[in-house]
């Protein structure tokens, strides 16, 4: 067994620390930006869009919307810090484990990648903010109005609801591109897959479940997409690597 010397050991914690540095330089400038330019715009725009007439937000307490800021903030820093987090992951798996032996991309083919990955991440975010969702808060509000009640939403839950949902979807585009990822660098095999094409439904319904408020609308809502894109990853995958 080779031995490892205090001055490995110091090496590696030393490049950790710097990427770590890296990762939280990112996440703190584009949380920053984002607080300053970009949270009330983000605010009242989705009350502008999604908010169902008739309906009203409120505030439930006094720091809820400098509250709100913060949060919207985040999610902007951890969006854009992922895919250096991504690229660290992969060298790690890369130079550590097996996994990845056989899998070379280089730095033109990783572009192409990442390209498609803001591009599905768009498409995702237009699908769900233009499409899904306007549906959703338009039937949700008519359920509250034939019960007889006056929907009075909290600003920090509906706006937390909404971008909750549009990174869902956004995540769920990026599943063709992850499909032909593993199918083509023989991580997985397609026919894998196929195999376990049920065993990803019920994880989707848990998912559906866990991330959203206790009632089966809307866990379907989030759960049936997620089915439907893996169908559908799975003839975009077979098409693209001939399969």
Same mark, same amino acid.
């Given at each position: ?7 490995? #050991? ?7 620390? &710097?990427?770590?540095?890296? &990762?939280? !330089? &990112? ?14 715009? =983000? *605010?009242?725009? +989705?009350?502008?869009? !999604? ?7 409120? /505030? ?5 919307? !400098? ?20 690229? !660290? ?15 070379? *991309?280089?730095?033109? =083919?990783?572009?192409?990648?990442? *390209? ?5 991440? +768009? $498409? ?8 899904? $969702? ?7 509000? @008519?359920?509250? =109005?034939? @019960?007889?009640?006056?929907?009075? /939403?909290? %600003? ?7 971008? $909750? ?5 956004? $995540?769920?585009? @990026?599943?063709?591109? &992850?499909? %032909? ?5 023989? +991580? ?22 866990? %991330? ?6 809307? @866990?379907?809502? #989030? ?21």
């Amino acid at each position: 067994m080779a031995e490892i010397s205090t001055s490995d #050991v110091a090496e590696v914690l030393v490049a950790l620390r &710097i990427k770590l540095v890296k &990762i939280v !330089l &990112i996440l703190v400038a584009v949380w920053a930006i984002s607080f300053v330019f970009l949270s009330d715009f =983000v *605010i009242t725009k +989705i009350i502008k869009d !999604l908010l169902p007439e008739g309906a009203k937000v409120v /505030y439930t307490s006094p720091l809820e919307g !400098l509250i709100l800021k913060l949060k919207i903030s985040l999610d902007f820093g951890f969006l854009s810090v992922l895919p250096y987090v991504s690229y !660290l992951v992969y060298k790690a798996l890369k130079n550590r484990t097996e996994l990845l032996k056989n899998v070379n *991309i280089s730095k033109s =083919v990783a572009f192409k990648y990442g *390209i498609s990955a803001v591009i599905l991440f +768009i $498409l995702g975010l237009t699908y769900g903010y233009c499409l899904m $969702l306007p549906l959703f808060m338009r039937f949700l509000y @008519q359920i509250a =109005v034939t @019960q007889g009640a006056t929907p009075l /939403y909290s %600003i920090s839950d509906f706006i937390g609801f909404v971008v $909750l949902m549009l990174i869902i979807f956004g $995540l769920i585009f @990026q599943m063709p591109l &992850i499909m %032909i990822l593993l199918v083509r660098y023989g +991580i997985v095999k397609f026919d894998t897959l196929k195999y376990y094409r049920r065993h990803f439904y019920v994880l989707f319904f848990i998912i559906g479940a866990a %991330i959203t408020p206790p009632d089966v609308f809307t @866990q379907l809502m #989030v759960a049936i997409p997620m089915l439907l894109f893996y169908e559908i990853s799975l003839v975009v995958t077979k098409i693209v690597v001939r399969v």
